[in-house]
């Protein structure tokens, strides 16, 4: 209109602005006629693909999506979609955004707020978060800018705000170590589906990689907690953090009780990571020899000829994108040879040239980072109840049994704490009734409301009360089954659907909680079982590569639970050291329940699972040790070995064994006595006791031949005297040759004093000397009862006195004691018979053995004055290991402990001080070694002393608990 010779005041618009009609035809002065005052402030944004950390330098490339919302106060526009891509011979804009606003300063806000919310993701460089950082400044909120205003940003260097260093670095580490497993996993998964067989060396739960961020590198160790879960490490501080892998190709991280959306793209320089709406460059380590192209272009010219010298900052080339010449810089200096020519079309990452540098120790480093990861707390926030950190601890358990790394101490303490806590059945099945309490038939939920209602009263009472109140778990089923049955009958099915989950917390607990607790452990310990046992020696298989070929046939279709079992069996060290600690802390209180999974970890043949193996063959003979010992119990019971003479009871002597003086047999008879096989039988006639096999703990090995030949019939006689018929003695060799230990079930017979007429402890007594000094033994065992007190000495030869001059002669002792109060009153009733023995053989005797047996009692571990005052100065006695309980008076009377059920360690201090007390009278006796078995929880308690010649005083041995045989030193 201006160009048609309108006057101003006669064009519509200008009226407006000046508040005038626009269709008026009236003069008014534009100069000195006030405007309107704007309506609203307009910011707008053009969203262009350039990088602004390096200077907005254009770049092109693929889009993967474009995200914009517009709201009431912002709408904008794009020229591309999710799919399509920038050219490098394009405009680099491809968006164009506006926010209004009652007042700059809203629209300010406005824009911000759509900047945030608008995701370009792609190869593409966008100057979004950069725009939003710039519209933040106080130079441009408080409308402080100029024509230059930019420039000066670029050349301060301003870069746009980015993630926290500690996310980037946790996100990076985590993102690479799923995306390697991933590869490595389907790696492995691609050679078993060819029929090959994999490398060994694939590791899928340890990684370890070096991020540059920023010219600071940073050294990470990640290891897989689980399909999703992983610990990320930095110089010792560690993070947990789960990322899961999102439809679109990137990552859902849970990192510190928060959320964030992570996504990468590979460039040129490195990696491009965007949290949110945020970005950084994870870089690849600085190689100032290779000059690449950072993006999409051509090469125009070479402004340097090839195999000349440049130096640092020096313009080697031009390149064209996307309508522009930039020029490219030499980073160090050195000698330039190019790799493409002139007008060649350049990819992103693609040589250009390389460099033979002048320098290479100035090219500049990345500093490594050496401080520590801040704070941080789980990836999800967990809530404290019992029965969440159970379900968290043993998934943890199984995660470990998965072949995942989790801290195995933490994780067992926190699964038994949370089993020994009462109220995790109650708060299980409350869990599991407010999902189905909607559905459920009128009446039946305030039935079942009513007993728990009950059981957490109960709960609520005093300490005690709690520890006593068991979950009514049988009641619950009850109810629950009443209920299904009185439904119509095309109901019930229905109903017992939606109640199973209560069913199966009330079954899982109806047994009390050791029985709920058993079957936890069984459960994780069945998983060890499941894995390990595919991985053992059989039929020609011995390296692991075949193996893993023989699962791979036996799971033709699912190479996928191949991939499940190896790395279950990588994670095999990690996976001992949970399953020692469970039998040591769980099984070995009672590990009868557990026989089934004993055997099967005893019969585990592999080098690796060793440790294990023998752990678990230890506890199936101690769960086995109860039956032995009704066994061998059974057995003594049976034999009349004593004959009642001149009002005392004396042995029988054996057939295989004479007089003081008779020869020792020979090896050949001696291995001749024993017998191989499973026990199936027991004594007397035709009563047999079937068993199942146990070969392989060899246990009952040998103790077949304890059934009564058929040739002979053996009389019986009471336990107090009688005759000694050929089948008796056929037991008694049995039980003196066999391969079973049965050396723990005499013992614990012998401490056992519950037989009141003492018959089957002196048949124990006699057995157990006779086995343990086999063949060595040249005379019966003389037993002679004192009171409450037994006393046995014997001859026997010597074997280490072989091939010297010294006499092969020895004596030893046995003293049966109810308390250690009498072990000084006992000591001189075994010095008497030792020297009556002697003297009747003939021999002076020098280094004796002496074995005391503690029978189990209130007062066993009672002391004397003496040895109470040694207990009470703390610290070792005889070199034994202190024990923290008995350092204080106030622990130790004269009376024993006050602990009803001593340790093993609390039973060795208290040996070693009436040991020591007793020092002088030992030593008088010329005792060289003294064996004490005293009762303990599960099976006796063995501790050696040996004389000492440099010290004169016993020293405590600890070879000598695992021996039966206890040899004097000389």
């Known amino acids: 209109m201006i160009g048609m010779a309108i006057p101003l005041w006669r064009i519509p618009g200008m009226r407006a602005t000046f508040s005038k009609d626009p269709n008026g035809t009236d003069y008014f002065d534009t100069n000195t006629t006030p405007q309107r005052l704007p309506q609203k402030h307009v910011v707008a944004v053009r969203i262009t693909s350039e990088n602004a950390g390096d200077g907005f330098k254009p770049t092109a490339g693929r889009v993967d999506e474009v995200v914009f919302k517009p709201t009431p106060e912002v709408w904008g526009y794009f020229s591309i979609k999710g799919g399509g891509g920038i050219h490098e011979y394009s405009d680099s804009q491809f968006g164009h955004l506006f926010a209004s606003g009652p007042s700059r300063e809203a629209a300010i806000r406005a824009m911000v707020v759509a900047l945030r919310d608008v995701r370009v993701r792609g190869e593409i460089h966008t100057i979004i978060d950069y725009a939003a950082d710039m519209l933040q400044s106080p130079e441009f909120v408080n409308n402080k800018i100029h024509t230059g205003w930019l420039d000066s940003r670029i050349a301060a260097n301003v870069k746009a705000e980015r993630p926290p260093w500690h996310l980037s670095v946790i996100g990076a580490a985590a993102v690479r170590a799923h995306e390697a497993s991933a590869c490595k996993a389907a ?92 970005s950084c460059i994870i870089a690849k380590e600085a190689d100032p020899s290779r000059l690449v192209a950072l993006s999409p272009g051509k090469l125009v010219r070479q402004l340097i000829k090839d195999g000349e010298h440049v130096e640092q900052g020096q313009v080697f080339a031009e390149v064209e994108v996307m309508k522009m010449m930039m020029p490219l810089l030499c980073p160090a200096a050195g000698v330039i040879h190019f790799q493409v020519t002139e007008g060649a079309a350049l990819s992103a990452g693609e040589l250009i040239a390389r460099m033979d540098l002048d320098d290479p120790s100035k090219v500049k480093r990345a500093e490594q980072f050496n401080g520590e990861l801040p704070p941080l707390g789980p990836p999800q926030v967990y809530s404290d109840r019992v029965d ?43 869990q599991e009734f407010s999902f189905v309490e909607s559905r459920m038939p009128p009446g039946l939920a305030a039935k079942l409301e009513a007993v728990t209602a009950e059981h957490e009263q109960a709960l609520g009472g005093s300490t005690a009360d709690r520890s006593n109140t068991e979950f009514p778990g049988r ?120 026989r089934a999974l004993l055997r099967r970890f005893a019969a585990l043949s592999s080098k690796a699972t ?65 017998a191989a096989g499973t026990l199936t039988g027991m004594l007397g006639g035709s009563t047999v006791v079937p068993r199942k096999a146990t070969v392989r703990e060899g246990v009952f090995s040998g103790l077949n031949s304890l059934m009564a030949p058929r040739s002979v019939s053996p009389h019986r006689h009471s336990s107090t005297g009688g005759a000694i018929t050929p089948a008796v003695e056929h037991k008694i060799e049995t039980l003196v040759a066999a391969p079973a230990a049965v050396e723990e079930a005499l013992a614990s017979l012998i401490v056992d004093n519950q037989d009141k007429y003492l018959a089957l402890q002196y048949r124990a007594l006699v057995t157990y000397v006779k086995r343990i000094y086999y063949p060595f033994l040249l005379c019966e065992p003389q037993v002679n009862q004192h009171g ?16 010297t001059s010294a006499k092969r002669q020895n004596v030893g002792a046995f003293l049966v004691l109810t308390s250690l109060k009498e072990l000084s009153k006992g000591l001189q009733v075994v010095a008497a018979a030792i020297s009556s023995l002697a003297s009747q053989a003939g021999v002076h005797p020098s280094g004796s053995i002496l074995h005391v047996a503690v029978c189990n009692g209130s007062d066993a571990l009672a002391v004397s004055d003496g040895a109470a005052k040694l207990l009470a100065t703390g610290g070792p006695l005889l070199g034994c290991e202190a024990e923290e309980s008995f350092s204080s008076v106030e622990l130790i009377t004269s009376s024993g402990p006050r602990s009803p059920t001593a340790t093993p360690k609390q039973i060795t201090q208290v040996v070693a001080a009436a040991v020591k007390d007793a020092s002088s009278l030992l030593k008088a006796m010329k005792v060289g070694t003294v064996s004490v078995l005293a009762a303990a929880a599960l099976m006796p308690v063995r501790n050696g002393f040996v004389w000492d010649m440099e010290e004169q005083a016993y020293k405590f041995e600890p070879y000598l608990r695992q021996v039966n045989r206890v040899k004097a030193n000389n």
């Open 187 to 278: 790696e492995y998964l691609g050679y078993l589906s060819k029929g090959q067989l994999p490398p060994p060396d694939i590791s899928l739960v340890y990684f370890q990689d070096d991020l540059v961020i920023d010219d600071i590198k940073y050294h990470v160790k990640v290891i897989r907690r689980g399909p999703f879960t992983f610990n990320v490490s930095v110089n010792n501080t560690a993070v947990d953090v789960v990322a899961r892998k999102l439809g679109d190709g990137g990552f859902l991280l849970q990192v510190d009780g928060e959320s964030h959306v992570l996504h990468t793209e590979e460039e040129a320089m490195g990696t491009r990571l965007v949290m949110d709406t945020l």
């Open 388 to 430: 969440h950190r159970f379900t968290q601890a043993l998934n943890a358990a199984k995660m470990i049994m998965a072949g995942y790394n989790y801290p195995v101490d933490d994780i067992l303490e926190e699964l038994v704490s949370c089993l020994d806590h009462p109220a995790l059945p109650l708060l299980q099945w409350h």
């Open 475 to 594: 009641q619950l089923i009850g109810i629950i089954k009443g209920a299904v049955e009185a439904a119509p009958e095309n109901e019930q099915a229905m109903l017992q659907q939606q109640l199973e989950p209560l069913a199966r917390v009330a079954k899982a607990h109806s047994r009390g909680p050791e029985e709920y607790a058993r079957s936890i452990v069984q459960e994780v310990l069945s998983m060890f079982a499941g894995v390990e046992e595919k991985f053992q020696s059989s039929s020609g298989l011995t390296t692991e590569q075949e193996m893993i070929d023989a699962l791979r046939k036996s799971y033709p279709n699912d190479h996928q639970a191949v991939l499940d079992l190896v790395i279950s069996h990588q994670g095999l060290n990690h996976k001992m050291e949970l399953v020692k600690r469970i039998l040591s802390t769980l099984v070995l209180p009672n590990p009868v329940p557990y």
């Open 610 to 674: 060793a440790e294990v193996a023998l752990r678990a063959q230890q506890l199936l003979e101690v769960s086995l040790l109860a039956d032995l010992r009704a066994v061998v119990a059974r057995a003594l019971s049976g034999l009349d070995m004593f004959a009642e003479a001149d009002g005392k009871l004396s042995p029988t002597v054996s057939a295989n064994v004479g007089s003081i003086f008779s020869p020792q047999p020979s090896g050949d008879q001696a291995g001749a006595a024993a």
């Open 788 to 803: 409450s007190m037994l006393a046995a000495s014997w001859m026997f030869d010597d074997p280490r006195t072989a091939e």
